[in-house]
């Protein structure tokens, strides 16, 4: 087992020096989707709650900033709210809706228009939600556009298809372990995999950050939740465009 580990370590070490672009630009996108569409995802059915017992001309973070000082303050035994408006179960359903219907739009126009149009109006248009939600005096609105915001996940999966096509199923140097056919089968498909789950892991890490800094600035910063966000979506539509989205490297056979 101890051995098993040495070469994961080894050959992650490997791949991040060879391959060094690629990892990094697919890690950090990964980080930022997963920060934006997890992260913010927790606290959707909270928000939705509290916009829907206020005023609908505010602006979200208002309504949110109101609603967490009337708790505050709120001179009662429990603090727990155990109502969640019917509003907010409605608006999840649609939400997942609509990642269904993203799915399969991008599977029909994938070969059509390509994914690097894609991932530029998804990741683009995400982001301008997430400054739009902060200047809309209507919370209505900003309900759907935080719902548009939260559909950036969708582009996740496709980004996993440029991380297979930016890693070779096997490397030229990592014939050095290919002691009988079986360990060569083996090093073969252990690169492209472990890159896969190398840069997902990243974006695990990002969701676990995104859910605990969104719950602090939820508290202190609502704005400041939202402006980061689309700041990380900006970025990661300005990496698309240097993440090879056509395969560079060609199988051994």
């Known amino acids: 087992q101890k051995g098993i580990f040495r070469v994961m370590i080894h050959n992650t070490i490997r791949m991040i020096k060879n391959y060094p672009r690629p990892f990094w630009l697919i890690s950090f996108s990964q980080f930022g989707i997963f920060y934006v569409c997890h992260g913010m995802l927790l606290f959707f059915p909270q928000i939705?709650?509290?916009?829907?017992?206020?005023?609908?001309?505010?602006?979200?973070?208002?309504?949110?900033?109101?609603a967490n000082f009337e708790e505050k303050n709120e001179q009662v035994e429990s603090n727990c709210i155990d109502h969640l408006d019917f509003s907010a179960y409605l608006n999840v359903m649609i939400l997942q809706a609509l990642n269904l219907v993203g799915y399969i739009l991008?599977?029909?126009?994938?070969?059509?228009v390509g994914r690097l149009s894609i991932f530029?109006?998804?990741?683009?248009?995400?982001?301008?939600?997430?400054?739009?939600?902060?200047?809309?005096?209507?919370?209505?609105?900003?309900?759907?556009?935080?719902?548009?915001?939260?559909?950036?996940?969708?582009?996740?999966?496709?980004?996993n298809t440029v991380t297979y096509e930016n890693f070779p199923t096997n490397l030229r140097w990592a014939k050095v372990f290919s002691y009988?056919?079986?360990s060569l089968f083996y090093i073969k498909i252990f690169f492209r995999s472990m890159a896969m789950s190398t840069t997902l892991l990243f974006g695990r890490i990002g969701a676990l950050t995104g859910s605990n800094v969104a719950g602090i600035l939820l508290e202190n910063s609502?704005?400041?939740?939202?402006?980061?966000?689309?700041a990380?979506?900006?970025?990661?539509?300005?990496?698309?465009?240097?993440v090879s989205t056509k395969s560079s490297h060609q199988d051994e056979t």
């Open 180 to 182: 009988t056919f079986f």
């Open 120 to 159: 530029v109006f998804i990741l683009f248009s995400t982001g301008i939600c997430g400054i739009a939600i902060i200047l809309i005096k209507n919370t209505l609105i900003a309900t759907y556009l935080y719902m548009w915001l939260l559909l950036c996940g969708v582009s996740s999966n496709l980004l």
């Open 106 to 112: 991008i599977s029909i126009f994938v070969n059509i």
């Open 232 to 242: 990380f979506l900006f970025i990661c539509t300005a990496l698309a465009f240097f």
């Open 222 to 230: 609502c704005n400041s939740l939202f402006i980061i966000s689309a």
């Open 48 to 66: 939705l709650n509290q916009v829907s017992n206020h005023n609908a001309n505010l602006e979200l973070c208002e309504v949110v900033t109101q």
